[in-house]
DNA sequence: ATATTATTGGGTCATTATGACACAATATTA
DNA sequence: TAATATTGTGTCATAATGACCCAATAATAT
């Protein structure tokens, strides 16, 4: 059988011949959600039931990397059209080195077959994507057990250097705050200004004055507070807000906090 | 003759065989330097003598893409140890469509045997390097005319998508302002205040106020006043400052105007 | 030799932003 | 009905910022 034409099974939309894939390069997408007042990751189960990894896929020689990452999304979703955003390459041989490489095929139980194309050496480039919680129908893929959500300070064993690359993402996504606003991509239509601040608050890895908060973000001028009062919490019911899009759109173009 | 032991000729330590190549993956450098008052890149003049490109290379299987980054800089500038940061993968197939890349072939002035490699579609990935002007001699590759600095709001004709990715470094560059100093990897060890407001001016894209920059960069307690004056320029003379290394390398890891 | 001129070092000052609190209002639970 | 946690709003001292101003000075022009 000619390479060209070998088969790699990667799930039901994932049957790709290894001659129409970019050798050696791959995506991975660290997936963020927001439930509960905290921020989670997608990430899916290795056939072994003990080790996790990232949702990931590879890059089909007619397509951008920008397209893999978006169709990686939307298998493991059912998201289009969400916020997703390149933060970083993954491009030390190091990270699919032997020990390593072996001990994740053996975590992820792949056929004999695909050995060959799994072996070689993967440069990453890693992907962000911020997703409304409630809209996700988590779907594994044929080489995983379950796709599931988990928190991203209580993260299960990963594969590779997967845990890195998670860690990289909240680091980026911190230095990003700098510049944009957060939280448009991440909550629903309508939300508490905790909401919003508990974002805020995982990704910067800090307490935030609740007061300050609530006069800065208001400063901003791209909330509308709604009269609608959230019903059902315990205590004081809080207002509730939700983005002024035009507003959040010319933030995050102009910038949010720009110095000098 | 077979594929794998053809050889790609880059230039005088750029012989490799395309074996020992990741296919379809190259990185290009971005090389900032720091000239009379004047931000500058450096480029290289295709053999049609009037097309210019970045300095590039393609990624050694056993390497990383940060190593092949730091050898294309070295084989450039003969500078090693200097600040090479990754900032961007551009991975449109549409950057290397047919027509713009028998266009920049032709511009190279390729030999034909090496067709079937160049024509192949690249990812590439963006570094910017902050080098010391002074420190540099430009060495062309074998397939360049010359090699030579450029004022980057004075750009030649580029090949590629080359216009693009110098704006998305400088871009880039603007934004890891926000969260860290710059100018210890562009400036040579004695400068002006001035000159850093220059870098900053032409960074940021905007004009400074003189007065309130002096006082925000002597507040940040990483320069070092000299009592030498600058002399020869016309004028009264201004203070030389140096940067305090220690001070320097904690506000790079601590944020310089980190805010909430 | 002296005046001119551009540039620099060092300020002022009003305004805004920030950080640290305070306190009353309120919705659930005890 | 009281206790409690949470929220909306306000205060206030301090820090940071933006927009100026002015005297000192070194090369150049006269």
Redesign the interface.
């Known amino acids: 059988m000619r390479m060209e034409s070998k088969l790699i099974n990667m799930g039901k939309q994932q049957n790709f011949k290894v001659g129409e894939l970019?050798?050696?390069?791959s995506v991975d997408n660290v997936i963020f959600g927001f439930h509960d007042n905290q921020l989670k990751v997608l990430l899916l189960e290795c056939m072994n039931h003990r080790d996790w990894m990232l949702p990931g896929g590879f890059?089909l020689?007619?397509?951008?990397?920008?397209a893999a990452a978006e169709r990686v999304l939307y298998d493991r979703t059912g998201l289009n059209n969400v916020y997703l955003q390149?933060f970083?390459?993954f491009?030390?041989?190091?990270r699919s080195r032997d020990s390593l490489m072996s001990s994740a095929m053996k975590s992820m139980e792949l056929p004999f077959e695909t050995d060959n194309w799994f072996k070689q050496?993967f440069?990453t480039?890693g992907y962000y994507a911020l997703v409304e919680f409630e809209k996700v129908v988590p779907v594994p893929d044929s080489i995983s057990a379950s796709c599931a959500w988990h928190d991203t300070d209580k993260l299960p064993r990963l594969i590779f250097d997967h845990k890195d690359i998670i860690a990289n993402a909240l680091t980026s996504m911190r230095?990003h705050?700098?510049?944009q606003p957060i939280g448009y991509n991440l909550l629903p239509k309508e939300f508490t200004m905790k909401n919003l601040q508990s974002i805020?608050e995982t990704i910067?890895n800090r307490k935030?004055d609740r007061s300050n908060?609530t006069r800065?973000m208001l400063a901003a001028g791209i909330l509308d507070k709604k009269e609608k009062l959230f019903a059902g919490g315990a205590h004081k019911a809080p207002y509730l807000y939700s983005f002024k899009k035009k507003e959040y759109l010319k933030v995050l173009k102009d910038g949010f906090?720009?110095?000098?």
């Open positions: 970019m050798p050696g390069l890059v020689k007619s397509e951008s990397t920008d390149q970083h390459v491009g030390d041989p190091s050496r440069v480039i230095h705050l700098n510049y805020y910067l935030l908060f800065k906090n720009n110095e000098f």
